[in-house]
C-alpha cells in the first residue's frame, strides 16, 4: 500500500493500462477483463485486476495532466513492480488526414515541460515508446481494420490552451496529435526500465473543430483498449 495506491502487495500485475478517467477505469475493466476486482479507491482513482485472455491485467486511473500521472506510475513501477505501462485515452487531432474515432499511437511525445524537467536541467530529453509494443499495436490495428496513425504527439500542460502560435508550429511539423499525459510517462519508463506506450482515440479535431459526441465516445474506445491489451501480450 502506498500514498495513492491502497492495493495489497501482488494485487497488480505487471501489465497496466492507465485511462486518465477513473470511471474509464472502471468501464474498460467491468469490459474487458474477466473477473475484474477493484484493488484501489484512494481518492476515487479507481484501479481494478482481472485476467484478459489468461493474462493478469491492472486498469488503474491516472488523472488529468503528467503531474497526477507521475505519482501513479512512479508507485506502480516503483512499489508493485509494474513492468508494461500503456496509457489509453483521448486525444485532439492536429492533422488534417488524421480523422475523429482513428487511433494514434504515439511514437514519440513532445512538450514544454514535465515533472521530470527539473532533472535534465539544460538537455531536452527526447521521450519515446518501447518499439516492441508499437510495432505489436500498430499490427494489433491493422488486423482489426482500424485507421492508425504512427507518429510524434504533444504532451500539453494546459487543456485551455492559449498557444496558437505553437499549435500552428506542432501542426506544421507533422505532430498528429495532442494529449496531456505520454511524455512523463515515456520518461519514467525510461528511468526504471519498463516499457511505454500510448495508445489514443482521436475524440475532437483542433483544425476542423469536429468533436466526437459524449455518448459515441466509450462505444468507440473499445478498438483502443482492445489493440492495448493485444500489443502488451504479443
Given amino acids: 500500500m502506498t500514498i495513492h495506491i491502497g492495493a495489497n502487495p501482488g494485487d497488480i500485475a505487471?501489465?497496466?493500462?492507465?485511462?486518465?478517467?477513473?470511471?474509464r477505469a472502471k468501464w474498460a475493466a467491468e469490459t474487458f477483463l474477466a473477473d475484474p476486482v477493484c484493488v484501489n479507491?484512494?481518492?476515487?482513482m479507481l484501479g481494478y485486476?482481472?485476467?484478459?485472455?489468461?493474462?493478469?491485467?491492472?486498469i488503474q486511473g491516472s488523472g488529468m495532466g503528467m503531474p497526477s500521472l507521475s505519482i501513479y506510475v512512479n508507485e506502480l513501477i516503483r512499489d508493485y513492480g509494474a513492468k508494461t505501462l500503456i496509457r489509453i485515452g483521448s486525444t485532439g487531432a492536429m492533422q488534417p488526414h488524421v480523422g475523429l474515432r482513428?487511433?494514434?499511437?504515439?511514437?514519440?511525445?513532445?512538450?514544454?515541460?514535465?515533472?521530470?524537467?527539473?532533472?535534465?536541467?539544460?538537455?531536452?530529453f527526447a521521450p519515446c515508446a518501447d518499439f516492441g509494443l508499437l510495432s505489436a499495436a500498430h499490427a494489433a490495428a491493422q488486423a482489426r481494420?482500424?485507421?492508425a496513425h504512427v507518429g510524434g504527439i504533444y504532451s500539453a500542460d494546459v487543456f485551455?490552451?492559449?498557444?496558437?502560435?505553437?499549435?500552428?508550429?506542432?501542426?506544421?511539423?507533422?505532430?498528429?496529435?495532442v494529449e496531456m499525459e505520454a511524455a512523463e510517462l515515456y520518461i519514467l519508463a525510461a528511468r526504471y526500465g519498463a516499457r511505454a506506450l500510448a495508445v489514443l482515440t482521436v475524440s475532437d479535431h483542433l483544425i476542423t473543430g469536429d468533436a466526437m459526441p459524449a455518448e459515441d465516445r466509450e462505444r468507440s474506445f473499445g478498438?483502443?483498449?482492445?489493440i492495448a491489451l493485444e500489443a502488451a501480450f504479443t
Fill in 102 to 124: 482513428d487511433i494514434v499511437l504515439a511514437m514519440t511525445a513532445s512538450t514544454l515541460s514535465t515533472p521530470s524537467r527539473g532533472m535534465f536541467k539544460e538537455l531536452n
Fill in 49 to 58: 485486476t482481472g485476467t484478459w485472455r489468461g493474462h493478469r491485467v491492472t
Fill in 145 to 147: 481494420a482500424v485507421t
Fill in 160 to 177: 485551455y490552451d492559449e498557444r496558437p502560435d505553437l499549435n500552428e508550429q506542432l501542426t506544421r511539423h507533422g505532430v498528429l496529435a
Fill in 14 to 23: 505487471e501489465t497496466v493500462l492507465l485511462p486518465g478517467d477513473p470511471m
Fill in 223 to 226: 478498438d483502443m483498449v482492445e
Fill in 41 to 44: 479507491q484512494v481518492r476515487g
